[in-house]
């Protein structure tokens, strides 16, 4: 899969009592993984915010295929799938030290405004974002 990766270790309070990451925090590394991304490219979401605008969650969908565990060291790869006015998409996968497949996802968003209303970003910053689009 193409697109930005980076990397953390399971911490021991993401886990159960058998050593097991729970499997709500797969939303929380996907989210650092957007965060990433924009990172990466140059754009921070922070100056996305600092600007008036919102990216908020409107669907999310991730399929478990193996468990992460205490100590693993996970790389969550997210590619931008989709730039529109108001709606972006990211994917993820997310991968173990061994090579094994954790999960997979994507998450659909919303920009909104200050009034809290869905408003389209600016054109120079769409485009920005549409270059880095996969498709």
């Not at 021991?12 to 990433?36: C, I, K, M, P």
């Not at 996970?74 to 108001?86: E, F, G």
Request: proline residues 4%; aromatic residues 12%; neutral net charge.
């Amino acid at each position: 899969m193409p697109g930005r990766s980076y990397t953390l270790t399971v911490r021991y309070a993401e886990t159960d009592a058998q050593g097991v990451a729970h499997h709500a925090n797969y939303l929380t590394w996907f989210e650092e993984g957007r965060s990433e991304f924009l990172r990466q490219a140059g754009m921070n979401y922070s100056d996305i915010e600092r600007a008036g605008f919102f990216v908020v969650v409107a669907h999310a969908e991730i399929a478990y295929r193996a468990p992460a565990f205490y100590e693993d060291r996970v790389t969550v790869t997210t590619v931008l799938d989709k730039a529109r006015s108001r709606i972006l998409k990211f994917s993820y996968r997310a991968v173990n030290q061994y090579g094994v497949v954790l999960a997979e996802g994507c998450t659909v968003h919303v920009v909104i405004g200050p009034d809290r209303r869905p408003t389209s970003l600016p054109p120079e910053w769409l485009q920005r974002l549409a270059s880095l689009a996969e498709g």
